[in-house]
């Protein structure tokens, strides 16, 4: 038996609702289950030890078998208590990836013959995961547009009319859909499936607790991964689920028993990133929505964009199809090309050949993940910088691109010599 959650109190959680989310950001890691500023000092250190030493056997029964890494530590409860804080969520967990996060979840909730709903348009690891993985436990996997509630309520009653009377429905999706941006309304979304009795697990690595706290709209379980915004810097993988005790302390035991506990040095760094987590996204958020502007402005070279309300990444269809997309990352000279998001430099990424590669080139068009498609995940660097790199960057892909030739029939077909990243 492992570690339980780490549990926020009634009335810590009462004093947290006094402050503002950039005052618990900034604390985070200094704070505990008794006092809300731990008086101990601000270098808090990093405890690598794989296993604990105990006087007596009675010494170890009283510490609930906290005595194996694999189980837990001190620098993974202080990165999931500072992630509990910010979503005003009774219990966390700090795991070794967002993919991790998701996994402990779905396994410690779901059974062979239970259904899954995932939103279609969500991260390519993650829809690998349930199409190829989660099947493989008898678990039903339907891939339906969950942000329509009709189309959701549908889904569902065709879920009740089919399932035996102890099969469990979950509801999975993103607050903010990579790489299409859409934004998911949590609350609509969450009183469906409480009416069907089905639990909602949703992913909040895009939208952040700075921007949506879907805990307080209605689901059940909230995951991330803080690999992204939380950690902020691309120095470190890990991921967090956080909700009810009830529900986390069912995730850390299979996060116990599969190893899926983050490391101690990089839940210390996640907790030192997301003390600096509002100064980084306002930025990013106000960067964002002006280059949005300025990309639906440039008529000749930009064919779509698509973008969100503080959200620190926007995307965008370059003319050429994948010829015009080599052509802007050959171009460009600040921005850099790197497979993730979420740091504090700007990077773009290709979703057809990294984060949604595993997806048939037809179901990718289906969804609207064309190959001429560009993610952009916006930094904390200066505006134009970034904006002026950009555009002449996509007015290279014009030129490159001959006005009779029709290059969009260029195609990612599943050549596994291209990565598959987040």
Not at 298 to 313: T, W
């Amino acid at each position: 038996m492992g570690r339980t959650a780490v549990r926020v109190e009634n009335d810590l959680t009462e004093n947290l609702e006094e402050l503002q989310l950039a005052t618990i950001a900034a604390q985070a890691g200094f704070c505990n289950e008794e006092n809300l500023i731990n008086r101990t000092g601000h270098g808090k250190a990093i405890c690598t030890a794989s296993v604990y030493e105990f006087e007596s056997l009675e010494e170890y029964m009283a510490s609930a078998h906290t005595s194996y890494r694999r189980f837990g530590h001190s620098n993974s409860d202080d990165m999931a208590h500072a992630i509990v804080c910010l979503e005003s969520a009774e219990a966390g967990l700090a795991t070794s990836s967002g993919m991790g996060a998701i996994v402990c979840t779905v396994l410690s909730l779901m059974k062979g013959g239970d259904t899954v709903l995932v939103h279609a348009d969500t991260n390519g690891g993650t829809n690998t995961f349930f199409d190829e993985h989660v099947r493989r436990f008898g678990m039903n996997v339907e891939f339906v547009d969950v942000l329509d509630v009709v189309t959701l309520e549908t889904a569902l009653s065709r879920c009740k009319d089919t399932g035996s009377g102890d099969s469990r429905v979950l509801i999975f999706f993103e607050t903010i859909t990579n790489p299409l941006l859409r934004v998911a309304d949590v609350t609509a979304i969450s009183s469906v499936c409480k009416r069907f009795g089905a639990l909602v697990v949703v992913d909040n690595t895009f939208g952040t607790p700075l921007r949506s706290k879907p805990l307080l709209q209605g689901a059940d379980v909230v995951v991330h991964s803080a690999t992204k915004f939380l950690g902020g810097h691309n120095d470190l993988i890990a991921g967090a689920v956080v909700g009810s005790a009830k529900l986390v302390n069912q995730a850390k035991a299979v996060a116990g028993c599969w190893g899926l506990t983050v490391s101690p040095f990089e839940a210390w760094l996640c907790t030192r990133s997301i003390r600096t987590l509002q100064i980084r996204l306002e930025r990013a958020w106000t960067t964002s929505e002006k280059l949005a502007v300025r990309l639906r402005a440039e008529k000749h070279g930009i064919l779509e964009v698509n973008s969100a309300p503080k959200c620190a990444v926007l995307s965008f269809l370059v003319v050429g199809g994948l010829h015009g997309v080599k052509t802007v990352i050959k171009t460009l000279g600040v921005i850099k090309f790197a497979p993730s998001l979420g740091g504090v430099t700007t990077t773009v990424s290709h979703p057809a050949s990294d984060s949604h590669f595993d997806l048939r080139p037809e179901e990718r068009e289906r969804l609207g993940i064309h190959d001429g498609l560009i993610r952009l995940s916006v930094g904390i660097e200066d505006f134009e910088d970034i904006s002026s790199d950009l555009l002449q960057a996509v007015r290279a892909a014009v030129v490159a691109t001959p006005e009779k030739e029709d290059t969009s029939h260029i195609r990612i077909d599943g050549d596994p010599s291209f990565p598959r990243c987040s």
